[in-house]
């Protein structure tokens, strides 16, 4: 019996977490979640207005060789290793015509590593694990 009423509490409990959540996403979500952190960040990093791309001295060489195609949201949604962009642009160029960016080449791939290199995390999602717990036994 007691068991039950436990349950029923968690789930209480759980559910009256979940609708503030949702009710108020302003307060729970921006302040203290990992996310919020990094647009943050990010804010503080300007933003090409017509292609979405960071600003910095290499940008016009990246918006030179990189939207003549197609559009910079296939650089925006990616995120790879210096390696990797290496590799797509080597794809693009067997395949897709894209052309030998000789002494730019460097400059892009720092672009491109700089502001889309894949996420650091210093935070996985979870909370920490619980420290000094006292457990007990339900009768
Ligand atoms: C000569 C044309 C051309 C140029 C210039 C070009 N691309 Fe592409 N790129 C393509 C084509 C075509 C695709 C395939 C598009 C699709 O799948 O819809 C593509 C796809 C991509 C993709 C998606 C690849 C994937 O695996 O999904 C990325 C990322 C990309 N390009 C980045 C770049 C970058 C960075 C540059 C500048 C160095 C660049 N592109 C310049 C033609 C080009």
Redesign the pocket.
Known sequence: MRTIKIALFLSSLAVGLLSLSALRPSETGPVTHPAGRRASVADSVRHDPNTGLVVDERLNL?IA??T???SSK??LQ?RFTRDG?KQ??R??QQT????D?GESEPA?LDY?VTHYGPEKKTFDGRRKPLSSVKWYQLQ
């Open positions: 990246v060789h990189c003549a195609c197609h296939l650089i990616n962009w797509k642009i794809w693009m897709q015509k894209l052309w960016l892009v491109l």
